[in-house]
DNA sequence: ACGATTTCTTAATCTAGATTAAGTATTTTC
DNA sequence: GAAAATACTTAATCTAGATTAAGAAATCGT
């Protein structure tokens, strides 16, 4: 199993010493999610966070409707996890399916704590990590609560160039918050425009 | 200048030593905010990260119609900053607000790092209060894209019940993302309902 | 390769919440 | 402590986006 790709992750942030990634890698679990399998589900306690090697997972919630809400992509080099879950050892409300086949890299809530331990310059790694997915959360949750779908769509569009063409368009619709129905109007209101 | 409640907060993820907390007492920087008078406005470059010692902030944007949106209050002993634009040093678009006099204390950017340097527990301490922060954010934003107003509104009631009747209503429909007209008759509902 | 399932589109109808407007409390300010 | 400013309420009207429904296109499973 080939773990260069987390470490060159890790590289942006931190230097490693190869004593230190010989370390990490004991700690790390390889795993191959068939499309359409499940990371996690809701209700589970949620015990690894994950790196995406190649493919792409979602993160999505199902309200009391029965309604699906994505809360986040992860394509290849992005971590995902359910952290309210993992954090707080209780049943989450995240589920997290492969979209393609896709193969990730694990590591165990234990083994996170034992690496905090052994090699401290983690915690600033994942404290970059994190800082930079709450901006990106914060950010979102403006476009939502000051933007219209309209304008939301377009965002995503600029933002996310390479999921466009390659996830469904519902998937989007679940992100950033319309019905696929009313996703398809604005998409062929863009095209008249053109 | 009586720095006590901000080691508090951090005694509760981390163990400083007398000469460590001596150290930070050094970083630290203490303002008033005067109620209304503004900590950062949009546009800014931030250069620090605020602990509420007593009063409340509110962190909002302004968008192209002139509309607020309520990102985050900030009561006591919570902490706040533009993460944006500190992490990036690039033009935010937050304004932080006093919504009484508020007494804070500051760390700047230049001493946030140099704490990271000289007591690199802080690195833990912060990581833990921006996965905390996350979580919220996430569960907001799930929130905004699943439920009703009206839902959103008990929730947040729940969620402060001190601030129900310390703010003006205004701000929460701004923090839930209604109108304030909306606000008033789903408190008119509620209030006929009982 | 082909039937079955899933995804996407279009269009009519509906509704949660916005907008506009006008009046009534409540604060703030000097 | 009165005038001005700000916050809140109520009600009529409007609209962005939801819902329902039905057909067309794409994808999947065998």
Same mark, same amino acid.
């Given at each position: =199993?080939?773990?260069?790709?987390?470490?060159?992750?890790?590289?942006?942030?931190?230097? +490693? !010493?190869? !004593?230190?990634?010989?370390?990490?890698?004991? =700690?790390?679990?390889? #795993?191959?999610?068939?499309?359409?399998?499940?990371?996690? *589900?809701?209700?589970?306690?949620? #015990?690894?966070?994950?790196?995406?090697?190649?493919?792409?997972?979602?993160?999505? !919630?199902?309200?009391?409707?029965?309604?699906?809400?994505?809360?986040?992509?992860?394509?290849?080099?992005?971590?995902?996890?359910?952290?309210?879950?993992?954090?707080? *050892?209780?049943?989450?409300?995240?589920?997290?399916?492969? =979209?393609?086949? !896709?193969?990730?890299? +694990?590591?165990?809530?234990?083994?996170?704590?034992? =690496?905090?331990?052994?090699?401290?310059?983690?915690?600033?790694?994942?404290?970059? $990590? $994190?800082?930079?997915? +709450?901006?990106?959360?914060?950010?979102?949750?403006?476009?939502?609560?000051?933007?219209?779908?309209?304008?939301?769509?377009?965002?995503?569009?600029?933002?996310?160039?390479?999921?466009?063409?390659?996830?469904? *368009?519902?998937?989007?619709?679940?992100?950033?918050?319309?019905?696929?129905?009313?996703?398809?109007?604005?998409?062929?209101?863009?095209?008249?425009?053109?």
């Amino acid at each position: =199993m080939d773990f260069a790709p987390l470490f060159h992750n890790f590289a942006k942030h931190i230097a +490693l !010493t190869k !004593t230190e990634e010989k370390f990490i890698t004991s =700690m790390l679990e390889y #795993k191959l999610i068939k499309s359409k399998d499940f990371l996690i *589900q809701q209700g589970e306690i949620s #015990k690894h966070s994950a790196y995406v090697l190649n493919g792409c997972l979602r993160g999505f !919630t199902i309200d009391s409707n029965g309604f699906e809400h994505v809360l986040s992509f992860a394509p290849k080099d992005w971590w995902i996890a359910d952290m309210y879950s993992l954090l707080s *050892q209780k049943a989450g409300n995240l589920n997290i399916e492969a =979209m393609v086949d !896709t193969e990730v890299i +694990l590591i165990s809530k234990i083994n996170q704590e034992k =690496m905090y331990e052994k090699v401290p310059k983690l915690e600033r790694f994942f404290r970059i $990590i $994190i800082e930079k997915s +709450l901006v990106a959360y914060q950010q979102r949750l403006n476009d939502n609560l000051s933007l219209t779908a309209e304008e939301r769509y377009l965002k995503f569009c600029k933002i996310y160039p390479q999921l466009i063409n390659d996830i469904p *368009q519902k998937q989007i619709a679940a992100y950033i918050g319309v019905t696929p129905e009313f996703l398809s109007k604005l998409r062929a209101k863009q095209a008249r425009a053109k």
